[in-house]
């Protein structure tokens, strides 16, 4: 069974960091591009990265560029989205999923194939 799980939400304090966890199971995550993405309640899912094979590419929101950086390690089938720099308005749940090809990455949410249950992330003081 085909599944990714997020780890590493929780609480933190504006300005402060956080990196969460994607880990793959039951599929080779080299041969998938992955992305990010958050919502907040009552509204739309938003993209927010998404990383290539290898982490050969990686495009990121506006809103998050230059204080998210995602990253991948294939050979432990697991992705990463390392936040700093956090603001009120990053607060919310982090999905990650996968999408098939190496060199895919889209900001498509239909687009995926696979998705994680999400993991929580709260900025507050």
Do not use: H
Not at 35 to 45: H, L, M
Not at 46 to 51: K, T
Not at 107 to 115: P, T
């Amino acid at each position: 069974q085909q599944q990714l799980v997020e780890s590493g939400g929780g609480l933190v304090n504006p300005g402060g960091s956080r990196r969460l966890s994607c880990a793959a199971a039951g599929f080779i995550l080299d041969d998938y591009g992955l992305g990010w993405f958050r919502q907040v309640p009552g509204k739309e899912r938003e993209w927010v990265s998404c990383i290539t094979s290898r982490g050969s590419m990686a495009n990121y929101a506006d809103s998050v560029k230059g204080r998210f950086t995602a990253s991948r390690d294939d050979a432990k089938n697991t992705a990463y989205l390392q936040m700093n720099n956090l603001r009120s308005e990053d607060a919310a749940v982090y999905f990650c999923a996968a999408i098939i090809g190496r060199t895919v990455c889209s900001r498509e949410s239909e687009e995926y194939n696979y998705w994680g249950q999400g993991t929580q992330v709260t900025v507050s003081s």
